[in-house]
């Protein structure tokens, strides 16, 4: 029962029993009298019942206020004050108590009150002289985080059971934007606390890793190993490095991953030769087709015409065959520029060509690049080159000397427009620019402009535009498709800190045992989940229509290990839902229903505690869709609504606005499934040593205890 | 009125063919050789449908087909590119710049007799 209400319940017993006390004083009283005397007596107080009664009614009264005025004016205020004096220590130094209560008692929160300002004060004074003289190490934090996030290849460290410690930003798309692509799909998430042996093939990745076990307990200096791997449409390559402490200890890896599906670009060459060589056959081919098919639907047709056609097929035959016999490999000679293609955005290639063009040239270009955000994979250095060598002969050969590029997007392709007043080009003078070899200083083979295009798939052309004596060239460019970025409804809900891909205070933990009721509280891994749904009600036909998760591993909230996942619900969605949760019909039409995202869930949250704020609603939903999705959730769950009311019974509001509030914990995107699932994990992290100093430190004994909570009967 | 095709390819020995199928199919047709010749005859007969090569000398289909597609004069005329050029790369950059279709070397002279016809809007012989 809540406290307050106990204490509620305890002052109407306390009433009661002064009243019963009366009663029965004054029933033995009587009954201690003779016959005669009570006659008597009943006698002489009956004439006068009201004297007695009246006062005794009013003393009732009085007793009664008097024990209720002492309960809401010192008992609750305190009792209160208690559990948010602990707060303030504990969770919240910033916040400060609201004077309630009989004046004593606002007189001690408002000592209370400056006491804490002056803490907070020295604490913010200590932490300062702390942040300084972390500064150094920060730094060189940061510059070890960049490199690491910046480089290309994946980078995953784990320790001796495969539980992953760091990974950087490349090995983060390499499997979990993979994963979350296919439903079906076995791929797992990456994440802190993860296993690898869920990322990569067991067999292939166990017998690797014996391998370095053995040769380390042989004493080799060569702890390395190489193998590839299929991951889904990925082919990659993966390094494993054996680390050691400085014991010489093995007690992890790094994994250093490449992408070659993405990076065959150095099979470019033999990529065009095999395209060259279809191409040059197709033209005889589809002429001996089409002349034998037209002889076959038109077999009635004139002697001559028929000559014609026999003789185009046997030409063609002798084309063909001649084909043969030819040399395709000239082109291997440029196997140079097909090599690191970059991956780099129209908008900082134009800018660095203008850059180019103004250092090599004098030149100037204005440019125009209408709000397009595409990206290209081009060799830009060679890209650059060709187009400067264009601009130079335009400003030498025709005197142009004001120029403009706009960009414009085209579907899948960029559309890049070189202008110039004056001097129109002529088709014979740009046909022989595309062909002549551009001015070098590298001994590499020469190469044309049009060469370049052909690697680049890309196409040129020109028009001189008489009406508005306008000169354009045309590039036009194949645009790539850049890898996605998690889904973050309201960027602003990610943490300010630096995303945490790091946690070396697991390389000593084991992987986590499936038995977690006697662990620590403060060292599960958790999800901690929200949903938006239709309506409230469950069990009446009400959908869920977005999952938001994040994990929170070893203590930490992991920013970049987050689910968030709209679904179509396949119903309409009541007016009155959409003011809360602020998502339209039109926003679902397109998304995946719950039997696709159910299972890829399943997958994130897999051997992490659920949790959840009022879980019973959230949970009542997962349930019901165990049926047609095949997915039971199984695993251990905590509500937040049940620990706060455990940590602070005396509180009349567990709502998350008002613990959020309570605790200093900044709400952002309210009622989207991440942003609520956020704040959920924030008060969890905060609730741990609450919960701990009121003796619940396992989640055994949280699970048990909550179950005590008023909040607790709540089911849907 | 019979419709009109416009035919533009450099290769003499697939235009013999073309040439046969679009006239027994009852089409009006106009030959081009180049780029250049191809948008003149686009103005002066104003084809119903390009039949257009895309490794042309000079001006390529791709070209042309972009240089008539940004004048509203032609939205109506269909333009099929045909070409020895069969990645999708390749077809996605015709379909880009304007062909309503795309068809690669080899191909079928019943399917391509019928993609005219379909463009055309002409019924098309089941047989």
């Known amino acids: 029962m809540h406290r307050r209400k106990k204490l509620l319940l305890l002052w109407f017993f306390f009433t009661l029993l002064i009243a019963i006390s009366g009663v029965s004083t004054l029933f033995l009283f009587f009954h201690q009298l003779s016959p005669d005397n009570q006659k008597t007596f009943i ?185 590839t791997n299929r991951s889904g449409n990925l082919l990659l390559d993966i390094e494993v490095i054996g680390l050691l402490d400085r014991k010489e200890t093995l007690n992890g890896f790094i994994f250093v991953i490449q992408d070659l599906t993405a990076n065959m670009s150095y099979l470019k060459p033999f990529e065009n030769i095999l395209h060259d060589f279809k191409e040059k056959i197709r033209s005889p081919l589809a002429n001996i087709r089409s002349t034998i098919e037209t002889l076959i639907d038109y077999p009635v047709v004139s002697q001559e015409q028929r000559t014609t056609f026999l003789d185009i097929i046997q030409q063609q035959s002798v084309e063909l065959s001649s084909l043969l016999d030819s040399s395709l490999f000239s082109s291997l000679e440029h196997c140079h520029i097909a090599s690191f293609l970059e991956q780099i955005s129209l908008s900082d290639w134009l800018h660095s060509l203008q850059r180019k063009v103004k250092t090599e040239t004098g030149l100037s270009i204005e440019l125009s690049l209408n709000g397009c955000d595409g990206w290209v994979n081009i060799k830009r250095y060679f890209m650059s080159q060709a187009l400067l060598h264009i601009i130079a002969r335009l400003n030498t050969e025709l005197a142009a000397n004001s120029f403009r590029i706009e960009l414009r997007e085209k579907g899948k392709f960029a559309l890049v427009e070189l202008n110039w007043n004056g001097k129109g080009l002529e088709p014979e003078s740009f046909q022989e620019w595309i062909v002549e070899p551009l001015p070098r200083d590298s001994e590499d083979a020469p190469i044309s402009l049009s060469e370049i295009l052909r690697y680049h798939d890309a196409e040129i052309w020109f028009q001189n535009d008489l009406s508005t004596k306008k000169n354009y060239l045309r590039l036009f460019l194949p645009k790539i498709e850049m890898e996605k970025t998690p889904d973050i409804v309201d960027k602003s809900v990610v943490l300010k800190e630096r995303p945490l891909f790091y946690d070396f205070n697991l390389f000593d933990k084991a992987i986590q045992h499936p038995e977690l009721n006697d662990i620590r509280l403060s060292e599960i891994s958790y999800t901690v989940f929200d949903t938006e749904t239709t309506g409230l009600n469950p069990s009446a036909g009400d959908e869920i229509i977005s999952i938001g998760a994040v994990r929170i591993v070893n203590g930490r909230m992991l920013p970049n290990e987050m689910f968030e996942q709209l679904i179509n619900p396949k119903r309409t969605i009541p007016q009155a839902s959409i003011k809360i949760h602020g998502i339209h019909p039109e926003q679902l039409i397109d998304q995946p229903t719950i039997e696709t995202v159910l299972p890829q869930f399943a997958q994130f949250v897999d051997k992490t505690v659920l949790v959840a704020h009022n879980a019973a609603f959230d949970m009542k939903f997962l349930q019901l869709k165990e049926r047609d999705t095949g997915v039971a959730f199984k695993n251990s769950v905590l509500d937040t609504l049940m620990l706060s009311a455990l940590a602070h019974p005396y509180q009349d509001s567990h709502s998350l606005d008002e613990i959020a509030h309570r605790f200093n914990i900044e709400i952002r995107g309210r009622h989207t499934a991440l942003g609520d699932a956020m704040v959920t994990g924030e008060l969890l992290l905060k609730l741990i040593p609450l919960l701990a100093e009121k003796g619940i430190v396992t989640l055994k004994q949280a699970i048990q205890t909550s179950k005590k909570t008023y909040y607790a009967r709540l089911h849907y | 009125m019979k419709k009109k095709v416009l035919i533009v390819e450099d290769d003499p020995v697939i235009v013999v063919s073309l040439e046969f199928l679009m006239t027994q199919n009852g089409f009006d047709v106009l030959l081009a050789k180049n780029g250049e010749e191809a948008l003149e005859f686009a103005n002066s007969a104003n084809p119903d449908l390009i039949l257009m090569d895309v490794m042309l000398p000079n001006k390529s289909g791709l070209e042309v087909c972009q240089e008539l597609k940004t004048q509203p004069k032609y939205a109506n005329t269909k333009i099929i590119l045909v070409s020895a050029k069969g990645r999708g790369i390749d077809i996605d950059k015709g379909l880009a710049l304007g062909a309503d279709t795309y068809v690669t070397k080899p191909f079928s002279t019943r399917e391509l007799v019928r993609k005219v016809r379909e463009l055309l809007g002409e019924q098309i012989d089941a047989s």
């Not at chain 1, 024990?67 to 969770?91: C, G, M, N």
């Not at chain 1, 400060?96 to 604490?123: C, D, F, M, W």
């Open chain 1, 43 to 227: 006698h002489i107080v009956y004439p006068f019942r009201f004297y007695f009664i009246l006062p005794s009614l009013i003393f009732f009264i009085g007793i009664s206020y008097a024990t209720k005025w002492v309960v809401d004016s010192f008992l609750i205020p305190l009792a209160q004050l208690d559990e948010e004096l602990r707060l303030l220590i504990d969770a919240n130094p910033s916040g400060r108590i609201a004077p309630k209560g009989h004046p004593l008692v606002q007189s001690l929160i408002h000592s209370i009150n400056y006491g804490a300002e002056k803490t907070e004060t020295l604490l913010n004074q200590v932490n300062q002289q702390i942040e300084f003289a972390k500064s150094d190490l920060e730094k060189e934090n940061s510059v070890l985080a960049i490199l690491i996030e910046e480089i290309k290849e994946g980078v995953i460290v784990c320790n001796r059971e495969g539980s992953i410690l760091l990974y950087n930003k490349k090995a983060h798309s390499l499997f979990s934007d993979h994963a979350q692509e296919t439903s079906t799909s076995k791929s797992a998430y990456i994440g802190i606390g993860r296993s690898i042996f869920q990322l990569i093939e067991s067999s292939l990745l166990e017998d690797t890793i014996e391998e370095l076990n053995e040769r380390h307990r042989n004493k080799e200096s060569n702890l390395t190993q190489h193998f």
